[in-house]
């Protein structure tokens, strides 16, 4: 499709598990973000790359949390020894040009921590 | 440290009315970036506009206007008409110097009634 796609749309996982979250950008957009949005809050940065690389991860709230773009395209978001607190909607988002601002989002990946 | 603040949790109003959503932002960067979000139950965020901080002018677009102000560090967005479609959540969000890394407000959600 042309927009941006994510897998699973609904993931429901027990505490304790390992997740991944995959989000397939618009194709040529270099720079790819992910954002985790709780219920009734804004979007929150977790990390951005450009290319393959992670320009700022500033925003991963701890080790169990990883993301990888190893060939600068499709970008996993890994979740290790899943708690109840990392239930939210985790959106992805791409971009072509920097200067413009705008971002592209996916509908997002809900992850439910039982 | 950034902040966005939007004080109105939810709006709702009748078709053909004209709103205005508030958005007050704290940032002690000389260089930052306002942006406009909506996003419609779908789920997906969509770019509505994004303004640096050196360009104060107001900005119109079809039922769209924008108010940026320095002074009072507000950034309202205003929808003339209203119409039942533009029934979404709005987010307002600031960035960074190179407008990569986004903090977003909580959101205003607007109902439109018929």
């Known amino acids: 499709g042309a927009g941006v796609s994510q897998t699973p749309s609904n993931k429901v996982t027990e505490k304790g598990k390992y997740v991944e979250l995959r989000c397939d950008p618009i194709s040529g957009h270099t720079a790819l973000y992910w954002y985790r949005q709780s219920l009734g809050q804004g979007p929150e940065f977790l990390i951005y790359f450009q290319g393959t690389g992670a320009a700022d991860d500033s925003g991963l709230p701890n080790d169990r949390f990883f993301a990888v773009r190893p060939e600068g395209s499709v970008s996993t978001l890994k979740i290790q020894r899943t708690e109840r607190g990392d239930s939210a909607v985790y959106l992805c988002a791409s971009s072509a040009r920097l200067d413009t601002g705008e971002l592209f989002f996916g509908e997002g990946s809900r992850l439910t921590v039982l | 440290a950034q902040k966005v603040t939007q004080a109105q949790t939810e709006i709702s109003v009748v078709e053909k009315e004209d709103v205005t959503l508030d958005c007050v932002y704290e940032?002690?960067?000389?260089?930052?970036?306002l942006f406009w979000y909506k996003q419609p139950p779908s789920g997906e965020l969509v770019f509505l506009i994004r303004?640096?901080?050196?360009?104060?002018q107001n900005e119109i677009s079809g039922r769209y206007s924008w108010n940026f102000q320095k002074s009072t560090s507000s950034f309202n967005f205003t929808i003339t008409a209203s119409q039942v479609v533009d029934s979404a959540v709005y987010f307002c969000?600031?960035?960074?110097?190179?407008?990569?890394?986004?903090?977003f407000g909580q959101g205003t959600r607007l109902t439109i009634n018929p």
């Open positions: 940032t002690r960067d000389t260089t930052y970036y």
């Open positions: 303004r640096n901080s050196f360009d104060e």
């Open positions: 969000a600031l960035s960074t110097w190179d407008g990569q890394k986004l903090v």
